[in-house]
């Protein structure tokens, strides 16, 4: 996907984006592999209720496979917490 937004123009409510792809917190990291295999995303928001929980991306993913951690586990717990956010409209 290759978009350019004029940040002095126009308003993020403009970009056309796919749905984002979003996971409940206690799915396990392998099916979350699994899901951002299929869709060819890079990343994967956990919500709950609608919620935003956190994300996680392919850099979290590399760095849970370097230390050898077990994917087997809920994605909570390897998710980033605190992702940076921006609203659609000012």
């Known amino acids: 996907m290759v978009f350019q937004l004029h940040l002095d123009t126009e308003k993020v409510e403009h970009?056309?984006?796919p749905d984002a792809l979003c996971v409940s917190p206690d799915t396990s990291i392998?099916?979350?592999f699994e899901q951002l295999?299929?869709?060819?995303r890079g990343s994967v928001l956990v919500c709950r209720d609608?919620?935003?929980l956190g994300i996680f991306t392919e850099r979290d993913a590399l760095r849970l496979m370097a230390s050898k951690?077990?994917?087997d586990r809920p994605i909570e717990?390897?998710?980033n917490?605190?992702?940076t956010t921006?609203?659609?409209q000012e």
């Open 69 to 71: 951690g077990s994917i």
């Open 30 to 32: 392998r099916n979350v």
């Open 15 to 17: 970009i056309d984006l």
């Open 77 to 79: 717990e390897v998710m």
């Open 81 to 83: 917490p605190n992702p």
């Open 37 to 40: 295999k299929e869709s060819r």
């Open 86 to 88: 921006i609203q659609a």
């Open 50 to 52: 609608g919620i935003l």
